[in-house]
Every structure is written in structure tokens, then in C-alpha cells.
């Protein structure tokens, strides 16, 4: 069965500092991987994804993510956070598109910015 | 605009009740799935759908059934609703093989 690990469940960070959150995935073929970011009250907006080639993979707001495969790790990374940032972050895993799994969530991280 | 929209956006309503949550998408996609996030804001799959096959979550209650008129609907029907089913609903899409999931903005049911 697939899954995804988000060891942080809280994570406070200074505005203008960088950031890293973490994502663990188990996937049996080969996993696609997606960031979301929940504001408060808000759905669920697609940061990035990875489907295949470059391990880098670019988003919005100027978020990037690394995929290892050898550690299974997909991790959300930012070099200076911005008070706006502030959100519940989700990392996902499923099949590149339909499939009847959908998506797998972990539990998401929740960042705080402090001014 | 292209999207996934849900409604109603909140709904409260009484135990025992029977509701529904509409969704559609006019992004030509051809899976639809719900979506159930808990005050723990942990998302889980409830049902997808493709036209062809309805996959439901073990964990799901009966009460709970998705009904699909045609391929860019899938509304959510509940029955005798109860307390511990107040949570933030959401809609989505997909397309077989290409690219990622597309959600709607959410339904927040909330069961007094």
C-alpha cells in the first residue's frame, strides 16, 4: 500500500529564512509526487510535481522540491520565506493521472512564519 | 474558467438529515474522486470514478454515496448524517496517464 510520511507536523520558521519540509513516500511503481499548500479556509492549491526527468522539479511561489529515489524522499524546499507563506502543506503520491488510488496525503506540516 | 467547483461551499445542517454535495468539472477529465479532510486536516480518498468503475474506500459508510448523471459530474449524497461527519469535503479531477489532480474549493458540512 502506498504512503506518505511528513515527520514535521509543526514547524516554525523566521521570515526571510529558508525552508525545508520534509516528505517520506512508499509506492510500489514508480511514484509520481506532488506538493499542495492549503492556505486557512482555503482548498488545496498544486505547488509542484514530479513525474519524471529532472529530480529538481520548480513550482510556484518560488518553491522547488528534490526527489532521491534512494531515499525515498521528496522534500519542499524555499531559500526565503515570506509571512504569505504561511499554510498547511501537504505532500501526496499516486499515479501520474486517474487510477482509482487517487492520491495518498501525508498529514500535512503546518508553517509558521515569525515576523 | 476551467475548474473544479463544488456547492455548496458550507452547509450546516441536523443530525439525520440527508444532503448533498454537488461537483463538476469542465476540464474534459476522466476521473472524478471525493475527498474527506478531518479536523486533523488529514485527506483521505473516499470514492474515484471514471464512467466505468466506481471505487469505493473500504472505511467509507453506506450512508454515503456518490452519484455520477454524466462525466463531468460526480455529486455526494449522505444519509442520516451524523456528528462525526462534519469535515471539509473536497472534489477532484484527473486524467488518466497525464498530468495531476485538479481540486475544487472545498465543502465545509458541519452536523449539529
Redesign the interface.
Known sequence: AQSVTQPDIHITVSEGASLELRCNYSYGATPYLFWYVQSPGQGLQLLLKYFSGDTLVQGIKGFEAEFKRSQSSFNLRKPSVHWSDAAEYFCAVGAQGGGADGLTFGKGTHLIIQP | DTAVSQTPKYLVTQMGNDKSIKCEQNLG???M?W?KQDS??????MF?Y?NK?L?INETVPNRFSPKSPDKAHLNLHINSLELGDSAVY?C?S?????????????TRLTVV
Not at chain 2, 484527473?94 to 472545498?106: A, P, R
Request: proline fraction near 0%; charge should be positive; charged fraction near 15%.
Open positions: 477529465h476522466d476521473t474522486y475527498y486533523k486536516k488529514f485527506l483521505k480518498i474515484s471514471n468503475e471505487i473536497f477532484a484527473s486524467h488518466t496517464g497525464l498530468g495531476g489532480y485538479t481540486f475544487g474549493s472545498g
